[in-house]
């Protein structure tokens, strides 16, 4: 188990703000977890040890939003995001997280502006099977290469203007799915030593809590506020991507 009181340092705050986001607000703030960890540990070996913890996390929201899904949407994202991570598997090798990074973080950012500087406000959008497949298939193949699914999953779930209970609760569904199926590629790739295990271990009851926490603020907000915070989450979340992506480190 490591042991170095950096790492703690790092992964304890990194741990808490994931948790609060995938309970309160679906996933934004969860990507901050994967770069704090990088400034104390390989990013692969930071990846291996979030992963039992992001399940941990899962487990929790499951149970805090058990019944609060939309049934309509889950049959259409979670087909796309199998084969997102089938894809991830057969080209990890090929693949860098850089450009995974650049990628995402565009998209990102243009969501986000492009609903910001759209005058008047639109409709809520419907599910719809093209559009769901192919942006949960984007979320399921940036999941298993840089736990970065939250972007592409919002692109399509966002402009639905879902009641924020229902989607958060759909978000947590999803990645639970994806996060307990990356489970196999990445024991088949060797990630899960004794070490790395036994370390995100130590940080569950963190993690956790830090659900539950986000779960009680969720439910303080009304849906107006609610919706505008996750944009702002999703801009910044990709301005830090494409950051990283080219090498510049936003922090």
């Avoid at 805090?64 to 049959?75: A, L, Q, S, T």
Wanted: proline share 6%; with cysteine.
């Amino acid at each position: 188990m490591i042991a170095d009181p950096w790492f703690y340092a790092a992964a304890f705050p990194a741990v808490l703000i994931t948790g609060m986001s995938k309970g309160g607000f679906g996933p934004g703030t969860s990507l901050i977890a994967l770069p704090l960890l990088a400034l104390v540990l390989p990013p692969i070996q930071a990846a291996a040890i979030m992963l039992p913890v992001l399940c941990a996390m899962d487990l929790a929201g499951l149970w805090g939003f058990r019944g609060k899904w939309d049934r309509r949407n889950m049959k259409i994202i979670l087909a796309g995001a199998m084969v997102g991570i089938a894809i991830g598997t057969a080209t990890a090798g090929y693949v860098s997280d850089s450009g995974v990074q650049v990628i995402v973080g565009a998209v990102a950012v243009a969501f986000a502006l492009q609903k910001w500087l759209k005058r008047g406000q639109d409709a809520p959008t419907q599910p719809n099977t093209l559009k769901g497949l192919f942006w949960s298939a984007c979320s399921g193949f940036t999941s298993f290469i840089a736990h970065a699914g939250g972007p592409p999953l919002q692109v399509y779930l966002l402009p639905q203007r879902l009641d924020k209970t229902i989607f958060v609760g759909t978000t947590i569904i999803f990645f639970a799915v994806v996060n307990y199926v990356k489970l196999i590629p990445y024991w088949w790739l060797g990630q899960f030593t004794p070490g790395n295990l036994a370390t995100g271990a130590v940080l569950v009851p963190v993690a956790v809590g830090g659900v539950y926490l986000g779960m009680w603020l969720h439910h303080k907000m009304s849906d107006a506020l609610f919706y505008r915070i996750v944009y702002v989450f999703v801009f910044i979340v990709g301005l830090k991507l494409l950051y990283d992506g080219l090498g510049l480190k936003l922090f």
